[in-house]
């Protein structure tokens, strides 16, 4: 196998909302940088993001970054660290701005400012009624951020190298120990089958979710967890991971997203007796309430038999909207219920279950997006993570909507605002011997093994049905056992894993066989935290735990891979103005 | 139900040129053409390369040749299709594998309508100010997701390999008719230049094939228009004079 080295400052591996929101920043700050990306940069999933970024700008009533902060600590079942939701809350003014002055085409009030639009768990504080806080672009939003951020990259000069797909983390020592550094990466270039070691100063990991461990989501097929298993594997511990979201409106079946701004413009949920069935778990919030309570309410209602039909899914209604409204705000999620499902939401209920959406966990940082190894926050010097595949927290157990747009923009800048100053000030770390050697082993490894039994598809395929039936959304522990028992099975299989193709030139199955083992890798380190804590909080429901238990689980995760085994050490969660009560809407 | 699926395959590693492979695949009538590549993938032949990512629209990555037309994969459904289907890579780019396709000169055309805002005016501290229906001016071009089904189905991109193509004009036209923009004139110059939009031929071919409804010749027209006249209008604005 071929071998090619570069050398560049900064690496970014990730070319979403968090990597090109960073990489701009350095190209401003005049550092070299590298972004890698296994897709082309437009492809990346933070264009699919509907809704919109929450930010208290009050264009349309009043509102402050404080109730964004307390809604958001609140949202995340007061897990989440306060110092960094303050500065989530408070930077995601000026980052909305800065947006609009690179070009994002925001919707506009009359007044011709950015147009605000409600969104769930966000509220008034004095009055506890839904707030506008999420500043949007029809539900394209997510499409409109990643246009504009790789368009001022292109002017910038930013350096891309994409479809360079990663498979290892490069560091000077173990992660654990004092003076060890991170000095760079390796990459497979896909289109010919070349090793490439990225030999830096400082890498930021923004390689976003793993969704695909479930079988419905709403992610993309690309979301295969890679940077959080390849810190993993390097010894780097993964934070609450056993917080995941599903998000209640999915397409039946498919898991499409169908936007939390339907609901935002005012659509019901519908159980199959026509009843708005959140009044009975939300009576103040209703459709609007987090995610979290959503989907496990969908959850019950369709275990109780009030599913439509008495089938697995329940009905979004919008016939009651205006047909402007549907135009002109939810144009795209109108399109997905008449292609996908035949069916046209002026005129009939859509038929939606819950998706696997986004993963609270990740590679734990600090608010200046460096990654830490421990519970007192100790960074990994050169190393930073930003995006869905870090864990600062601001998330905590539970993410409100249009919370991780202001995530990857604030913390892919501060990430990259440190690395600058980082940068101008150190020297390169050398590099391991032979860096590509464990790269190497592993996919001679995949290519070479000519009496593997078992195709990529048939084990990605069981993983995502355990974890979907054991691991999702109404966990008990007895199921969380099985699961891990048989993900680790599956692990097993995957080590006589057999591939159809063994050329170099853009091997799909070279790549999906490196994929479904970082999802093996994030669905164990998720299951074994999820048995671990024996409570429910946020997105993480046990019925043998049912409540919420402060006394003993206040505290973040941290899971750490140790040989065949995964051994938890907990941090603890940084509160600052709100004690924490009672989670009701 | 039974479903027939011709692929045209290419292997650099191994095929002197393309050549047809069929599959028999189990389906569904309300699957996806990305749904049977990846049944394909996964049950029958692991070696066909294709790619996708969102599967529902948004990314544009899955464009191909399904049934002799531009769609996106994962937005073309089994009951709409005649069998056998074919599926073929974009036309126009060097295949680099099967249905992958090299995109780099297609992103190097859209870079040189510089694609990005340009207002060296120091800002204001909030947001620039832009009304409802300024905003409404350039909405159609700002979905695109340069997916390249409309300029790999133009008849000029196939043959003239200095136009720019439908895509790299639904850029520019989103800048231009931007009120934030001042960068219109020098925008312009390069849509004047040849290559650029008035070597289109007014073929439609690339209004057919947006997997997003964009009206593109529209906005290559009202780019003419502007580059003529001078002054930049869009279509409802000429009408009204």
């Not at chain 1, 605000?116 to 506008?132: A, D, K, S």
């Not at chain 1, 205006?322 to 219920?337: C, M, Q, R, Y």
């Not at chain 1, 249009?402 to 501060?414: C, E, K, M, P, Q």
């Not at chain 1, 190497?440 to 039994?453: F, K, V, W």
């Amino acid at each position: 196998m071929q071998t090619v080295r570069h050398r560049y400052d900064a690496v970014i591996v990730g070319a979403g909302g968090a990597g090109l929101m960073a990489a701009l920043h350095l190209a401003q700050a005049g550092i070299p940088t590298a972004v890698l990306s296994k897709l082309y940069p437009t492809r990346s999933h933070t264009g699919t993001a509907q809704g919109g970024i929450g930010a208290a700008l009050g264009n349309m009533e009043e509102d402050h970054w404080e109730w964004h902060a307390f809604d958001t600590i609140k949202g995340s079942d007061y897990l989440a660290d306060q110092d960094a939701v303050e500065i989530m809350c408070r930077e995601a003014i000026d980052c909305v701005y800065f947006l609009e002055h690179m070009g994002l085409p925001f919707d506009r009030t009359p007044e011709g400012k950015i147009m605000q639009r409600r969104f769930g768990g966000h509220t008034n504080n004095r009055t506890g009624e839904p707030v506008r806080r999420a500043c949007h672009a029809a539900d394209r939003t997510g499409h409109m951020i990643l246009q504009t951020l790789y368009q001022q990259c292109i002017r910038y000069g930013v350096q891309f190298f994409n479809e360079f797909f990663l498979t290892d983390l490069l560091l000077t020592g173990d992660p654990l120990e004092t003076g060890t550094r991170c000095c760079g990466v390796v990459a497979l270039e896909m289109q010919t089958g070349i090793l490439h070691i990225f030999h830096a100063k400082a890498v930021l990991f923004a390689t976003g979710g793993f969704g695909r461990i479930f079988k419905v989501t709403s992610n993309a097929h690309t979301l295969t967890g890679d940077g959080c298993a390849v810190a993993w594997r390097r010894g780097i511990p993964l934070e609450d991971m056993e917080f995941y979201q599903f998000h209640p409106t999915g397409i039946y079946k498919l898991g499409v997203l169908l936007s939390e701004a339907a609901r935002g413009e005012g659509a019901y949920l519908l159980n199959g007796l026509g009843e708005r069935f959140m009044a009975r778990y939300a009576p103040k919030l209703m459709e609007l309430a987090p995610r979290d309570l959503v989907s496990r309410a969908m959850y019950l209602e369709i275990r109780e038999g009030r599913g439509v039909n008495g089938k697995d899914y329940l009905h979004l209604d919008v016939r009651h909207l205006p047909k402007e409204v549907l135009e002109k705000k939810l144009p795209d999620i109108t399109e997905f219920a008449r292609i996908y499902l035949g069916v046209d939401p002026e005129r009939e209920p859509v038929p939606v279950q819950p998706t696997a959406h986004y993963a609270m966990g990740g590679i734990p940082t600090n608010v200046d997006g460096q990654v830490v190894v421990d519970e007192k926050n100790t960074p990994l010097v050169g190393f930073y993570a930003a995006g869905e595949c870090a864990c600062v927290s601001v998330h905590g157990a539970n993410r409100l909507g249009t919370n991780s747009l202001v995530d990857i923009l604030v913390f892919g800048r501060r990430a990259a605002l440190h690395m600058a100053r980082f940068c101008r000030d150190a020297d390169f770390a050398p590099l391991p011997e032979n860096p590509e050697a464990q790269t190497m082993e592993h996919i001679n490894r995949l290519l070479n093994n000519n009496d593997g039994r078992w195709r990529v598809g048939k084990i990605r395929r069981e993983l995502q049905e355990v974890m979907m039936d054991k691991a999702s959304v109404l966990r008990t522990g007895d199921e969380l056992q099985e699961c891990l028992d048989k993900v680790r099975d599956l692990k097993a299989q995957y080590a006589q894993v057999r591939l159809d193709d063994r050329h170099s030139a853009f091997n799909l199955d070279l790549i999906e066989a490196l994929e479904l083992g970082y999802l093996l890798d994030c669905a164990e380190a998720l299951v074994a935290s999820a048995l671990n804590r024996t409570e429910s909080r946020g997105a993480h429901y046990r019925e043998d735990f049912p409540k919420r238990d402060d006394v003993h689980w206040l505290k973040h995760t941290l899971a750490y891979r140790k040989g065949d085994d995964i051994a938890f050490r907990y941090k603890p969660v940084a509160i600052t103005k709100y004690p924490p009560q009672e989670r009701k809407y | 139900m039974e479903v027939v699926v011709r692929i045209l395959r290419f292997d650099p590693e191994k095929d002197g040129k393309p050549h047809w492979q069929e599959f028999r695949i189990e389906a569904e009538p309300n699957d996806r053409v990305l749904d049977l590549l990846h049944i394909i993938r996964d049950e029958h032949d692991g070696t066909l390369a294709f790619r996708r990512s969102c599967g529902h629209g948004i990314c544009g990555s899955d464009a191909m040749v399904i049934n002799g037309k531009n769609r996106l994969a994962c937005k073309t459904l089994v009951k709409d299709l005649r069998q056998p289907i074919t599926i073929e890579p974009l036309r126009g780019f060097r295949v680099i594998k099967d249905l992958v396709v090299d995109m780099e000169p297609f992103f190097a055309k859209y870079r040189r309508v510089m694609p990005y805002l340009i207002n060296d005016e120091p800002p204001p501290e909030k947001e620039r100010y832009q009304s409802p229906e300024e905003r409404e001016r350039f909405d159609d071009t700002t979905k695109c997701i340069l997916c390249a089904c409309c300029t790999t189905g133009c008849p000029v991109f196939w043959v003239n390999g200095e136009f720019l193509g439908p895509a790299a004009f639904v850029a520019a036209h989103r800048f231009v008719f931007d009120s934030r923009d001042r960068a219109a004139a020098e925008r312009l110059q390069i849509l004047a230049e040849y290559g650029g939009v008035f070597n289109c031929h007014v073929a439609f071919n690339c209004v057919d094939a947006c997997p997003r409804g964009i009206n593109v010749t529209k906005a290559i027209l009202e780019l003419r228009q502007a580059i003529l006249s001078g002054a930049v209008q869009t279509e409802a604005e000429l009408s009204r004079r």
